[in-house]
């Protein structure tokens, strides 16, 4: 069968007219075409233009990250290099080492120097991604090295000038985490010199399509046509409420991908999985809802009980405190924070010594 005769029958098969060609992307890879974005990036530009630190929070997904390599590209600091560290996925013991880096011989396995994240990003841009996720005593590390403008490698003695602009995202509410004692207040006021809230992909339907399209082209396979959606599939594309934004949306493109067997991708082949997205602790997706009542208050009360004991035998000190719970110290801050969003009282002084 000819290409031209399969077009024609699988338009006969959707009922519906083509998909408008994709809007091209920037220098960044960034699709857009919804007035809010165009808003948010000309912010964006804006503030690329100084030196200012910018925090950009958002849910999950929504793209923080391509809007920071935006901020990066259109700055004076363009030509450096573009360094990401992702806080949430490197264990606490090994961040550190990371973004500072170590001399040889520093601890048992240093075999040779490193240049952590701080150094690589040397004229460039440093972004610190999901940056609430840090533990307190790496914040204030982190803090003296935004101040003094220099930092050392772990093992060594000589300090080293910090030429690199901060960049840093969060998916949860920073004011609640700075409320709650899990995020330092005086960091908070460091990094937060222009927040830059990035709209969740619902409340920017006019670049589902567009990004969409942009997905199509980025896993078509190379030297074949690139498919099209009817206009079905960009009727249920538009109606669903993506509580994964854009990466929900690349995850349903590559299936769909998979699943086409001609030139157009119809309703039929855009499966989107029904899934619940809990709201995490200090998610800027969690909603105010009643404690229950009966046994869970009484679990409640235990578990506040057994952290203060804890907090109170080891005079507040975190760590210690965690270990004789025996678990971490990022969950026991975790347990913190979710403890006083339920109005179970934890002492100030407690919760943040140590």
């Not at 079905?232 to 590559?254: F, K, Y």
């Not at 899934?275 to 909603?287: D, H, T």
Request: glycine letters at 10%; one cysteine or more; hydrophobic letters at 40%.
């Amino acid at each position: 069968m000819r290409p031209s005769a399969f077009v024609v029958i699988d338009r006969a098969r959707s009922g519906c007219e083509p998909s408008a060609p994709p809007v091209e992307p920037d220098g960044t890879g960034l699709v857009h075409a919804d007035p809010v974005t165009g808003r948010i990036l000309a912010l964006a530009e804006r503030v690329a233009r100084t030196e200012a630190a910018v925090m950009l929070s958002g849910e999950s997904g929504t793209g923080k990250e391509m809007f920071a390599r935006h901020i990066h590209a259109r700055s004076a600091r363009a030509d450096g290099p573009f360094v990401g560290v992702n806080c949430a996925a490197i264990p606490a013991t090994m961040l550190e080492a990371t973004l500072f880096g170590y001399e040889r011989g520093a601890f048992t396995g240093a075999h040779q120097a490193y240049q952590g994240k701080f150094e690589q990003a040397h004229g460039g841009t440093l972004l610190l991604d999901e940056i609430t996720e840090m533990d307190l005593d790496l914040q204030a590390k982190l803090l003296r090295v935004l101040q003094e403008r220099e930092i050392e490698r772990i093992g060594g003695r000589r300090p080293i000038p910090l030429e690199a602009r901060i960049l840093a995202t969060t998916n949860r509410d920073l004011a609640a985490e700075v409320a709650t004692g899990c995020f330092r207040i005086d960091l908070y006021y460091r990094l937060n010199v222009f927040p830059l809230i990035i709209p969740s992909l619902r409340e920017r339907r006019a670049d589902i399509l567009p990004i969409a399209l942009a997905r199509i082209r980025a896993h078509a396979p190379e030297g074949g046509p690139i498919p099209r959606l009817t206009r079905a599939a960009e009727e249920r594309l538009l109606t669903h409420s993506w509580p994964g934004n854009v990466r929900e949306l690349d995850n349903v493109i590559q299936r769909a991908l998979i699943l086409q067997s001609g030139a157009w991708i119809d309703v039929d082949e855009i499966c989107i999985e029904p899934v619940a997205v809990p709201p995490g602790p200090g998610s800027i997706m969690a909603s105010a809802k009643p404690a229950p009542t009966g046994l869970g208050e009484d679990l409640r009360a235990h578990e506040r009980d057994l952290i203060l004991d804890a907090l109170r035998a080891t005079d507040g000190h975190r760590e210690a405190a965690a270990a004789r719970l025996g678990i971490s110290p990022r969950t026991l801050r975790y347990r913190i924070a979710r403890l006083r969003r339920l109005g179970v009282g934890i002492p100030v002084v407690l919760a943040n010594g140590g």
